[in-house]
């Protein structure tokens, strides 16, 4: 997470979707940045308006004066990069390892709820399911956004350098499992399909 609120906006960090990139090319810029822990880096905006936004108005900063902004990932691609993520070598004889595993399997697991990887419609929302990040871009218009924050901030920032990327691997998924995962984060397609 990135306060700008000087600014007008706030990053939020959503999980697998170039955060750690934007962090690198704008904390210098940030008020206020959380690194770790992860859970504290990928708070979720409800997380943010509890806990955060009262500090920032205690210094000068009211919630209606500035954007909350993330990025979100298509959801089946979103799973798969958990997938690569989870296959590199530092997670060799973990429980989440995924390295000898197939994507099906990997994507089961995530349908039978084995596996809890989040949503980024949760993320992006508050208790009661209504969407409260006003600024949404999709994954690969990173650099979409980092130009918004750029021009902003009033800075002239060089594109995110990938950054904390899962190894290469090729995804294999059937039709069946690919609809099956989209019915089952259908809440996410459709905040992907509303993003910018």
């Known amino acids: 997470m990135l306060a700008m609120a000087h600014a007008g906006f706030v990053f939020l960090s959503m999980t697998k979707t170039g955060s750690t990139a934007i962090q690198r090319r704008f904390d210098a ?3 206020l940045v ?6 504290m880096k990928h708070m ?12 920032l108005e205690a210094y000068g900063f009211p919630r209606e004066s500035y954007e909350l902004v993330c990025l979100v990932r298509e959801p089946v691609d979103w799973v798969a990069s958990w997938w690569r993520y989870r296959a590199r070598p530092g997670f060799e004889g973990k429980p989440r390892y995924t390295g ?6 990997f994507a089961e697991q995530v349908l039978a ?7 980024s419609a949760n993320f992006v929302s508050d208790v009661d399911g209504t969407v409260i990040v006003e600024r949404i871009y999709r994954y690969e218009h ?3 956004a980092a130009s918004w924050m750029a ?7 060089p594109a995110p350098a990938r950054a904390n ?23 996410d397609v459709e905040v992907y399909r509303s993003a910018r």
């Open 165 to 187: 990327a899962s190894p290469p691997r090729p995804l294999d998924v059937s039709a069946r499992t690919r609809a099956r995962l989209e019915e089952h984060y259908a809440a």
């Open 100 to 105: 000898g595993m197939a994507f099906e399997e």
């Open 34 to 39: 959380v690194r770790k822990p992860p859970t």
């Open 29 to 31: 810029h940030a008020q």
């Open 142 to 144: 990173l650099e979409d």
């Open 151 to 157: 021009e902003r901030l009033g800075v002239d920032v």
């Open 113 to 119: 709820g084995e596996l809890n990887l989040g949503s």
């Open 44 to 55: 979720r905006a409800r997380t943010f308006e509890q806990r955060v936004a009262p500090t």
